[in-house]
């Protein structure tokens, strides 16, 4: 009787526990695997990651083998993978915030006409295009001004870590242009994260929303950004620290779900309020960035990837002129809003549209941002897809030309005259853990 009773058991279907870890299993194999490829194809293993994602996804497992990928990626696995990926992206926002440093700019002028021109025109010519495509891509329910303000936003978005690893493998983070295109990533992404939390607070109360949001910004600015540089400084044991920096960003998520907030922006604004001249810190935000970047990441990669299907686009030549546009659009934009301003403001044509080049470089950032706004419902599966795809072909883009400029055009002669190196401090943008990313 035992032996039959055993015998059914393990004949029976496996529990969701055996699953999800199954399927973790499978994403990290996957999406290592393919961020490995990546590496020996000299691009970022983070595209190669976001590509094993897509791979598990309806766009091909659910093509080539849909019983495979409805097998191991039930409902329940897929709520239990979204957990999971929202405790990676925690901890990536609070490394993000981290290493948002701005005290050294270079110069002013050019670093704020390429985020003015860098952001302010994609911005404008993506809501032109949401506002034309209206009916194909806003999210079921949302509200028309806050739909197009979203998806002008998600144009505009440079991803500063995958941009930081393109600049150090072609050895240019430590010249004017590296030193630019960093500055002008790092300030965008604040000013986009601001944005996209003026966005997410109209989608709620507004009024008690934005009240509550203006608070919590004092109140770290005020208290939780002294407090931690007197406990950075007291604290000898790294492992303390440690537990401080993750329970602090894990509450400051908590208190922005809680006001109708995503949780990322809690987790990015107590970053940004962690000292940046601190040997610990660099030391902890190591260990965080490699178990976060070998282990949660990919379960978010992985998340995009099954709510992604190029099959959405179908058959239509209609929608794949959309997605066409969409890039044109999105490319275009940051050359001529990024590149052209830098230019009206001294830089060198060819620096100039090497930076247009370098903001387009979107990663991870977009991803996330694409999330979001698919979680709230402001855009639909179709405009998802649509990010998802720019996002990917934009940061495929970015290593390859920047090499081919190099190569032809940026001789170690030119650097030495237009692109002098500036000097790097503890407080300079690329730290070992972002090389790493």
Known sequence: MTTQSMSI?????????????????????VCHLCGNLMRRWRQPPVLGEILGGLLLGPSVLGLLWPEAGQWLFTSAVKANLNVAAQLGLVVFMLLLGCEL????????????????GG???????????????????IGPG?????????????????????LARILVDLGLDRTRIGAVALSSAALGDGIAWLVLTLILAGTGEVVTTAALALALLLGTVLLVRPALAALVRRIGGDQVLLAVLVVGAITFSALTQLINLHPVIGAFLFGVAVPRDSPAVER????????????LLPLFFAGVGLGTSIGLLGASPGSWLLFAGVLVVAVAAKLAGAGGAARLAGLPGRQA????????????TELVVASIGLEYGLINQLSFTVLVLVAVVTTAATGPLMRRRVQRELTPDSCQNSAAPIPMTGNDFVSPARQAE
């Not at 949302?142 to 995958?162: N, R």
């Not at 190591?286 to 976060?292: A, E, N, P």
């Not at 549209?353 to 991870?364: E, F, K, T």
Request: proline share 6%; with cysteine.
């Open 353 to 364: 549209l090497s930076l247009g080049i370098l903001m387009n470089c979107r990663g991870v």
């Open 101 to 116: 440093r701005t005290g050294q700019i270079g110069s002013r002028r050019i670093v704020g006409a390429a985020v003015l």
């Open 142 to 162: 949302a509200e028309p001004a806050d739909y197009v303000l979203f998806f002008g936003l998600a144009i505009a978005i440079t991803a500063l870590p995958v």
């Open 284 to 295: 902890i935000s190591r260990q965080l960035q490699g178990f976060t970047v070998a282990v």
């Open 119 to 137: 952001m302010g025109l994609p911005f404008l010519l993506g809501a032109g295009t949401a506002l034309l495509a209206m009916p194909l891509l």
């Open 9 to 29: 058991t393990v004949a029976g279907p496996p529990d969701q526990l055996t699953r999800f870890l199954l399927a973790v299993a499978v994403i990290l194999a």
